[in-house]
T-cell receptor, first 110, second 115 residues
Framework: QKEVEQNSGPLSVPEGAIASLNCTYSDRGSQSFFWYRQYSGKSPELIMFIYSNGDKEDGRFTAQLNKASQYVSLLIRDSQPSDSATYLCAVRGSGYALNFGKGTSLLVTP | KAGVTQTPRYLIKTRGQQVTLSCSPISGHRSVSWYQQTPGQGLQFLFEYFSETQRNKGNFPGRFSGRQFSNSRSEMNVSTLELGDSALYLC??????????????FGPGTRLTVL
Protein backbone atom coordinates (compact mmCIF):
# COMPACT_ATOMS: atom_id res chain seq x y z
CA GLN A 1 0.00 0.00 0.00
CA LYS A 2 1.50 3.29 -1.09
CA GLU A 3 0.85 5.72 1.70
CA VAL A 4 0.78 9.43 2.28
CA GLU A 5 0.94 10.43 5.91
CA GLN A 6 0.02 13.75 7.49
CA ASN A 7 -0.28 14.92 11.07
CA SER A 8 -3.99 15.46 11.64
CA GLY A 9 -3.43 18.52 13.83
CA PRO A 10 -4.95 20.88 14.59
CA LEU A 11 -2.02 23.13 13.88
CA SER A 12 -2.67 26.49 15.46
CA VAL A 13 -0.74 29.58 14.40
CA PRO A 14 -1.31 33.27 15.14
CA GLU A 15 -2.35 35.61 12.35
CA GLY A 16 0.65 36.86 10.41
CA ALA A 17 2.87 33.90 11.31
CA ILE A 18 4.24 31.22 9.00
CA ALA A 19 2.31 27.95 8.96
CA SER A 20 4.33 24.87 8.06
CA LEU A 21 2.53 21.75 6.91
CA ASN A 22 4.25 18.48 6.10
CA CYS A 23 3.50 15.10 4.65
CA THR A 24 5.55 11.99 4.05
CA TYR A 25 5.09 9.49 1.24
CA SER A 26 6.18 5.92 0.84
CA ASP A 27 6.39 5.51 -2.96
CA ARG A 28 9.94 6.49 -3.84
CA GLY A 29 8.99 6.60 -7.53
CA SER A 30 6.44 9.39 -7.07
CA GLN A 31 6.88 12.28 -9.47
CA SER A 32 4.15 14.81 -8.72
CA PHE A 33 3.06 16.30 -5.43
CA PHE A 34 -0.07 18.31 -4.70
CA TRP A 35 -1.51 20.45 -1.95
CA TYR A 36 -5.27 20.89 -1.71
CA ARG A 37 -7.24 23.05 0.69
CA GLN A 38 -10.64 21.93 1.93
CA TYR A 39 -12.92 24.18 3.91
CA SER A 40 -15.46 22.51 6.17
CA GLY A 41 -18.40 21.26 4.13
CA LYS A 42 -16.72 22.09 0.83
CA SER A 43 -14.83 20.12 -1.78
CA PRO A 44 -11.02 20.23 -2.11
CA GLU A 45 -9.42 22.93 -4.22
CA LEU A 46 -5.93 22.76 -5.64
CA ILE A 47 -3.46 25.24 -4.13
CA MET A 48 -0.35 24.17 -5.98
CA PHE A 49 1.62 21.25 -7.25
CA ILE A 50 5.29 20.52 -7.78
CA TYR A 51 7.29 18.00 -9.69
CA SER A 52 10.19 16.02 -8.34
CA ASN A 53 12.65 18.46 -9.86
CA GLY A 54 11.99 21.54 -7.81
CA ASP A 55 10.19 23.71 -5.31
CA LYS A 56 7.58 26.31 -6.17
CA GLU A 57 6.46 29.62 -4.75
CA ASP A 58 3.08 31.18 -5.50
CA GLY A 59 2.19 34.29 -3.57
CA ARG A 60 2.10 33.44 0.13
CA PHE A 61 2.46 29.72 -0.55
CA THR A 62 5.66 27.74 -1.02
CA ALA A 63 5.80 24.01 -1.70
CA GLN A 64 9.06 22.18 -1.06
CA LEU A 65 10.14 18.63 -1.72
CA ASN A 66 12.79 16.61 0.06
CA LYS A 67 13.19 13.52 -2.08
CA ALA A 68 15.87 11.92 0.06
CA SER A 69 13.65 11.99 3.12
CA GLN A 70 10.44 11.56 1.11
CA TYR A 71 8.50 14.44 2.50
CA VAL A 72 6.71 17.42 1.05
CA SER A 73 6.04 20.66 2.87
CA LEU A 74 3.74 23.62 2.38
CA LEU A 75 4.64 26.95 3.90
CA ILE A 76 2.00 29.64 4.25
CA ARG A 77 3.45 33.06 4.97
CA ASP A 78 1.50 35.85 6.65
CA SER A 79 -1.22 33.40 7.65
CA GLN A 80 -4.75 34.78 7.68
CA PRO A 81 -7.86 33.53 9.49
CA SER A 82 -9.27 32.73 6.05
CA ASP A 83 -6.48 30.15 5.67
CA SER A 84 -8.09 28.07 8.41
CA ALA A 85 -9.00 24.83 6.66
CA THR A 86 -7.88 21.26 6.22
CA TYR A 87 -4.86 20.88 3.95
CA LEU A 88 -4.60 17.68 1.97
CA CYS A 89 -1.34 16.40 0.56
CA ALA A 90 -1.60 14.18 -2.52
CA VAL A 91 1.00 12.22 -4.42
CA ARG A 92 0.86 10.78 -7.89
CA GLY A 93 2.80 7.62 -8.59
CA SER A 94 2.44 5.72 -11.83
CA GLY A 95 -0.78 6.48 -13.65
CA TYR A 96 -3.04 9.44 -13.06
CA ALA A 97 -4.63 8.51 -9.72
CA LEU A 98 -3.86 10.69 -6.73
CA ASN A 99 -3.06 9.14 -3.36
CA PHE A 100 -4.24 11.52 -0.61
CA GLY A 101 -3.18 11.94 2.97
CA LYS A 102 -5.91 12.35 5.57
CA GLY A 103 -5.20 16.05 5.92
CA THR A 104 -3.93 18.50 8.50
CA SER A 105 -6.34 20.91 10.13
CA LEU A 106 -4.94 24.44 10.28
CA LEU A 107 -6.35 27.09 12.60
CA VAL A 108 -5.15 30.67 12.25
CA THR A 109 -6.09 32.70 15.30
CA PRO A 110 -6.62 36.48 15.09
CA LYS B 1 -17.50 28.35 -17.40
CA ALA B 2 -19.66 26.11 -15.22
CA GLY B 3 -17.90 23.93 -12.69
CA VAL B 4 -18.21 20.23 -12.03
CA THR B 5 -21.74 19.30 -11.06
CA GLN B 6 -22.84 16.26 -9.13
CA THR B 7 -26.31 14.92 -8.56
CA PRO B 8 -27.91 14.24 -6.26
CA ARG B 9 -26.26 16.25 -3.50
CA TYR B 10 -27.72 14.14 -0.72
CA LEU B 11 -28.97 10.59 -0.69
CA ILE B 12 -30.30 8.26 1.99
CA LYS B 13 -30.48 4.55 1.27
CA THR B 14 -30.85 1.36 3.27
CA ARG B 15 -28.51 -1.59 3.40
CA GLY B 16 -28.76 -3.89 0.43
CA GLN B 17 -30.03 -1.24 -1.96
CA GLN B 18 -28.07 0.10 -4.88
CA VAL B 19 -27.35 3.69 -5.84
CA THR B 20 -26.24 5.62 -8.90
CA LEU B 21 -24.43 8.93 -8.67
CA SER B 22 -23.89 11.29 -11.55
CA CYS B 23 -21.10 13.70 -12.44
CA SER B 24 -20.96 16.28 -15.21
CA PRO B 25 -17.42 17.53 -15.80
CA ILE B 26 -16.38 21.00 -16.82
CA SER B 27 -17.03 21.55 -20.50
CA GLY B 28 -14.09 20.24 -22.54
CA HIS B 29 -12.75 18.03 -19.75
CA ARG B 30 -12.46 14.40 -20.79
CA SER B 31 -11.06 12.87 -17.63
CA VAL B 32 -13.31 12.14 -14.68
CA SER B 33 -12.08 10.67 -11.40
CA TRP B 34 -14.16 9.48 -8.48
CA TYR B 35 -13.14 9.57 -4.82
CA GLN B 36 -14.70 8.46 -1.55
CA GLN B 37 -14.13 10.66 1.49
CA THR B 38 -14.75 9.46 5.04
CA PRO B 39 -13.51 10.86 8.36
CA GLY B 40 -11.62 7.67 9.12
CA GLN B 41 -10.00 6.94 5.76
CA GLY B 42 -9.82 10.37 4.18
CA LEU B 43 -9.99 10.74 0.41
CA GLN B 44 -9.61 7.46 -1.41
CA PHE B 45 -9.41 7.01 -5.16
CA LEU B 46 -12.13 4.87 -6.72
CA PHE B 47 -11.53 5.04 -10.47
CA GLU B 48 -10.73 7.30 -13.38
CA TYR B 49 -12.30 7.46 -16.81
CA PHE B 50 -10.96 9.04 -19.94
CA SER B 51 -12.78 8.98 -23.26
CA GLU B 52 -15.26 6.37 -21.99
CA THR B 53 -12.49 4.01 -20.84
CA GLN B 54 -11.57 3.17 -17.27
CA ARG B 55 -7.85 3.85 -17.05
CA ASN B 56 -7.18 3.51 -13.34
CA LYS B 57 -8.94 1.73 -10.51
CA GLY B 58 -8.48 1.99 -6.77
CA ASN B 59 -8.68 -0.74 -4.19
CA PHE B 60 -12.43 -1.02 -3.80
CA PRO B 61 -14.66 -4.10 -4.09
CA GLY B 62 -16.49 -4.92 -7.29
CA ARG B 63 -19.71 -3.49 -5.83
CA PHE B 64 -18.32 -0.14 -6.91
CA SER B 65 -18.49 0.43 -10.63
CA GLY B 66 -18.63 3.30 -13.02
CA ARG B 67 -18.91 4.37 -16.59
CA GLN B 68 -18.41 7.38 -18.78
CA PHE B 69 -20.55 8.49 -21.66
CA SER B 70 -19.54 10.02 -24.97
CA ASN B 71 -20.29 13.52 -23.64
CA SER B 72 -17.81 12.84 -20.77
CA ARG B 73 -20.53 12.69 -18.14
CA SER B 74 -19.88 9.89 -15.70
CA GLU B 75 -21.88 7.74 -13.34
CA MET B 76 -20.81 5.55 -10.50
CA ASN B 77 -22.89 2.73 -9.09
CA VAL B 78 -22.70 1.02 -5.75
CA SER B 79 -24.63 -2.21 -5.40
CA THR B 80 -25.65 -4.04 -2.24
CA LEU B 81 -25.00 -1.03 -0.03
CA GLU B 82 -23.30 -1.50 3.33
CA LEU B 83 -23.26 0.83 6.33
CA GLY B 84 -19.59 1.50 5.66
CA ASP B 85 -20.42 2.98 2.27
CA SER B 86 -21.75 6.09 3.98
CA ALA B 87 -19.44 8.81 2.75
CA LEU B 88 -19.00 11.89 0.64
CA TYR B 89 -18.44 10.86 -2.97
CA LEU B 90 -16.45 13.38 -4.95
CA CYS B 91 -15.98 13.63 -8.65
CA UNK B 92 -13.10 15.54 -10.22
CA UNK B 93 -12.53 16.48 -13.84
CA UNK B 94 -9.46 17.44 -15.79
CA UNK B 95 -8.46 18.31 -19.32
CA UNK B 96 -5.19 16.38 -19.10
CA UNK B 97 -3.83 18.86 -21.62
CA UNK B 98 -1.01 21.35 -21.61
CA UNK B 99 -0.47 23.48 -18.55
CA UNK B 100 -3.72 22.26 -17.01
CA UNK B 101 -2.64 18.62 -17.09
CA UNK B 102 -2.31 18.33 -13.34
CA UNK B 103 -5.35 20.31 -12.31
CA UNK B 104 -8.26 18.29 -11.04
CA UNK B 105 -11.37 20.32 -10.30
CA PHE B 106 -13.65 18.79 -7.72
CA GLY B 107 -17.43 18.89 -7.71
CA PRO B 108 -19.43 19.62 -4.55
CA GLY B 109 -19.90 15.92 -3.84
CA THR B 110 -22.79 13.60 -3.08
CA ARG B 111 -23.36 12.83 0.59
CA LEU B 112 -24.55 9.22 0.81
CA THR B 113 -26.01 7.91 4.05
CA VAL B 114 -26.72 4.20 4.36
CA LEU B 115 -29.12 3.21 7.14
Amino acid sequence: QKEVEQNSGPLSVPEGAIASLNCTYSDRGSQSFFWYRQYSGKSPELIMFIYSNGDKEDGRFTAQLNKASQYVSLLIRDSQPSDSATYLCAVRGSGYALNFGKGTSLLVTP
Amino acid sequence: KAGVTQTPRYLIKTRGQQVTLSCSPISGHRSVSWYQQTPGQGLQFLFEYFSETQRNKGNFPGRFSGRQFSNSRSEMNVSTLELGDSALYLCASSTLQGRSYNEQFFGPGTRLTVL
